[in-house]
């Protein structure tokens, strides 16, 4: 079992920039491959960003170049760098960890990934 609680997120202007953090705890959280997500409302919840247990790294093409993604293993947390925020960015973002896999696996759908925080809100506005 593993628990996850996002922090950082709140209200920014266009072109601004906000660090989320993850903190994992819980059964070796370092096993885990790592993911962002986020559900702006009316919509369907969609991939941000995802590292694997190595440090490999994926992007969706709408924050590429924009967010980086990133874990510090020593501190069993991950952490999403939001740069260049538009107000298209704005939803709740969610922190999920997924078992199994490579090491070098970084999943990119909601039902490969186990666990999942309770959000945060990151607010962009124009």
């Known amino acids: 079992q593993v628990q996850l609680v996002e922090s950082g997120g709140g209200l920014v202007q266009a072109g601004g920039s906000l660090r989320l953090s993850c903190a994992a705890s819980g059964r070796t959280p370092r096993s885990y491959a790592m993911g962002w997500f986020r559900q702006a409302p009316g919509k369907e919840r969609e991939f941000v960003a995802g590292?694997?247990?190595?440090?490999?790294?994926n992007y969706s093409d709408s924050v590429k170049g924009r967010f980086t993604i990133s874990r510090d293993n020593a501190k069993n947390t991950v952490y999403l760098q939001m740069n260049s925020l538009k107000p298209e960015d704005t939803a709740v973002y969610y922190c999920?960890?997924?078992?199994?896999?490579?090491?070098?696996?970084?999943?990119?759908?909601?039902?490969?990934?186990?666990?999942w925080g309770q959000g945060t809100q990151v607010t962009v506005s124009s």
């Open positions: 999920a960890a997924a078992r199994g896999g490579s090491s070098y696996w970084t999943p990119r759908t909601i039902p490969e990934y186990d666990y």
């Open positions: 590292i694997s247990r190595s440090g490999s790294i």
